[in-house]
């Protein structure tokens, strides 16, 4: 599909602005910027295709202070090349490359050319690794993981408008999943203990619903103590027994959210990712959602909002 106008002027600022918690564009060039934004949601991620002229894209500490974020992005550079400066890092992003930045934190993207960019966002946390070095470079996006993460993102955002919310949700896990394996395929030997970290949350990941799975047994599968184990995470937000939780909380709520699931009670699907007791998941699902698990399942499963045709190739320049 082709877009046949962008946005201009107070237009594409508040187009922009809303799309990117508050993220705004300036001049790079005597021209005004312009632009246009898709947006899909997937669950906790959202994808977009987003176009425009020559800019810059600024959160300023202002913007922070007044709309924290925790939100991480990976910026997919289509045409046109992105620089992502952050903090003392300044990220080139050429076509069929990608990186990964901080939203909580000030930064700005300088775009030039005639760009297009694919946009993955998504709570920090629900990637479930580290992302402190991955921040440090760009990676490739026509080959290997990188290649089948870009176009999970851009083939995300045109079909976006069909999805239901449990299948979307779906999707947000798979793009979440294609994004480790890309950041985890380039590992150097300084960040070793990262990668070991990876295949610990990994292994996590594979035996969810295995009720031996703790501390212990993921020590022991990869040959290390409970302690030695707890110093690999000792830097780490979250400790290993907490990722557990967390990850089969989310494995419960995607379950919820599946019409093909109806059927089976809270307290069955709870029981298949190891809460027993009910009155305790209960606690526990509230305090991480916000909600009970039987609000949360009567509100899920609905269609995705109507959305534009997501941006083709920019418009010719005068």
Known sequence: MTFPVYHRGEAWRERLGGAFSELFPERLDSSEPAGDVVTTP??????????????????SPGTIRQNPS?????????????????????????????????????????????????????????????????????????????????DFVSASVAQGSHLYAAAASRLGDAGLSLLAGTLTEHVSVDEIPDALRARVLDHVQRHLD??????????AAHGMSPRTLNRLFEDEPHTVTDHIRRLRLDAVRRDLRDPLLANRSVGAIAARWCF?????????????????????????????????????PPPPTS
């Open 70 to 150: 925790d939100l991480l992005k990976v910026c997919v550079q289509v045409r046109g090349r992105a620089t992502v400066v952050q903090g003392d890092r300044e990220i080139v992003v050429e076509p069929g490359q990608l990186a990964l930045y901080d939203t909580g934190r000030p930064y700005a993207l300088r775009l030039e050319g005639e760009w297009i960019s694919a946009v993955m966002a998504f709570p920090r946390d629900v990637l479930h690794l580290p992302t402190a070095r991955a921040m440090e470079h760009a990676f490739p996006a026509t080959n290997g993981p990188g290649a089948v993460f870009a």
């Open 276 to 312: 027993v007791d009910a009155a305790h998941f209960s606690r526990v699902f509230r305090a991480e959602f916000g909600e009970s698990p039987s609000a949360f399942r009567l509100t899920s499963a609905r269609p995705g909002p109507p959305r534009t045709a997501p941006p083709g």
């Open 210 to 219: 295995d009720p031996r799975l703790s501390r212990a047994t993921v020590a």
């Open 42 to 59: 997937l669950g906790d991620v959202h994808v977009y295709t987003v176009a425009g002229t020559p800019q810059v894209v600024r959160r």
